[in-house]
């Protein structure tokens, strides 16, 4: 039985978060399409809120909802003339493993958390890319793990965290 309960809902102790990455194809530069916006729309009927990217997009929380809703976003997206759906899960800990960096980046995070009045999981879209660029400024990103651990972090993928040092660079 599939549930449309919003992710907000669940609670996060048990471990049971994931994320899923998409890409749908065809993919048409400086657009979405209609078999993209299908496949949000998709998304955020299950109570999700996509993370979307320049090449893919990002949903996360508990299992049975991003499985449900990545079902859900593959049959609109082909319905809607996509031909190619890939999505890819992994597990989503509530707190990202900060293994041997001895606290450096769990300081940094806490910092810029602090900074801009919420944890990075709560943030909006412009509020990540602006963390993203703080901790930059900081060196956090020079940390082994790092660019993991904050997407784990964000709820967003590494590929997102790149794509918003991507953008640094280019408006610096």
Sequence with gaps: MTTNR???????SDGSM????????PFVEGTLGPHVSAALDACREHGLEPDVGPF?????GPVEVVTAATQALTQRALAAGATGVQVRFGASPVTAQFGSLH?????MV??????LGAPLAEMSREQKQVAVRLLNEQGAFLLRKAVESVGELMGVSRIT??????AIQSDG
């Design 110 to 115: 806490s910092g810029v958390e602090e900074q």
């Design 103 to 107: 606290g450096a980046l769990e300081r």
């Design 18 to 25: 994931v994320h899923a990455e998409f890409l749908i194809e």
């Design 161 to 166: 965290i790149y794509n918003y040092l991507n």
């Design 6 to 12: 919003p992710a907000e809902a669940h609670n996060e």
């Design 56 to 60: 893919a997009s990002t949903v996360r």
